[in-house]
């Protein structure tokens, strides 16, 4: 199957400070990828669609000015935590839809990056 | 609206079966995934149905009725290596541009 890949797999940061994760599909192109965040004991919770080439779609009440997505690639997708705080401490994921394959709808997860915000 | 249901919570025994449920409220219908989720790491595909009835693959199996807004997930033969969170999922239709919506995710426990 396709593959996603995510990185960092984790990183510590102070607070106030910006930290970017990149999102990339190793062997097949996204025009469309999706970054998730998941809090500990709790679902995936959708904050954006990444478009390639154009502005990404923020899900209601995620800051758009705060979760900066670039998708400058088919196979790059960037999520920038800006002046990140304590409460930005969760899990990020991103997944990708190879939409050359016959599972049109089937979505492919990067291995998350575990953010924890000092 | 969209509206994904499942139990937050199930035990079972190592060698049992278990059947997952998951009853979903959508404003169209293209499919339910299911997918495993180990602590820490990402989602991996299970199952994609779209039409009725059940679709085995080996110890796992899937099982979906469109007309009761239901489906359920069975894992026979219960492994330790089992244990995880299992998310059932639908993809938004209407030029939603293919997003996942998921359940809470039903943390299953296998037991010696």
């Known amino acids: 199957g396709a593959v996603v890949s995510q990185h960092p797999s984790w990183v510590i940061c102070k607070s106030g400070t910006s930290v970017k994760i990149e999102c990339r599909s190793l062997?097949?192109?996204?025009?469309?990828m999706f970054w998730y965040r998941q809090f500990p004991k709790q679902s995936l919770m959708l904050m954006a669609t990444?478009?390639?080439?154009?502005?990404?779609?923020?899900e209601q009440g995620v800051e758009k000015d705060k979760f900066l997505i670039n998708h400058a690639s088919l196979t790059l997708s960037t999520l920038t935590v800006t002046s990140a705080h304590p409460e930005d401490s969760s899990f990020y994921i991103c997944?990708?839809?190879?939409?050359?394959?016959?599972?049109?709808?089937?979505?492919?997860f990067g291995p998350g990056t575990r953010l924890t915000v000092l | 609206g969209q509206n994904i249901d499942q139990p937050t919570e199930m035990t079972a025994t190592e060698g049992a079966i278990v059947q997952i449920n998951c009853t979903y409220q959508?404003?169209?219908?293209?499919?339910l995934f299911w997918y495993q989720q180990h602590a820490g790491e990402a989602p991996t595909f299970l199952s994609y149905?779209?039409?009725?009835g059940l679709e085995e693959k080996g110890r796992f199996s899937s099982f979906l009725s469109r007309s009761k807004g239901y489906s359920y997930l069975l894992l026979k033969e219960l492994q330790m290596k089992d244990s995880a969170s299992y998310l059932c999922?639908?993809?938004?239709?209407?030029?939603?541009?293919?997003?996942?919506?998921f359940g809470q995710g039903t943390e299953l426990s296998v037991k010696p």
């Open positions: 997944s990708a839809r190879d939409e050359t394959s016959e599972d049109y709808n089937e979505q492919f």
């Open positions: 062997d097949f192109q996204a025009t469309t």
């Open positions: 990444s478009n390639e080439g154009s502005k990404a779609t923020y």
């Open positions: 959508t404003s169209g219908f293209n499919g």
């Open positions: 149905n779209v039409l009725d």
């Open positions: 999922a639908a993809p938004m239709i209407y030029n939603q541009g293919g997003k996942l919506i």
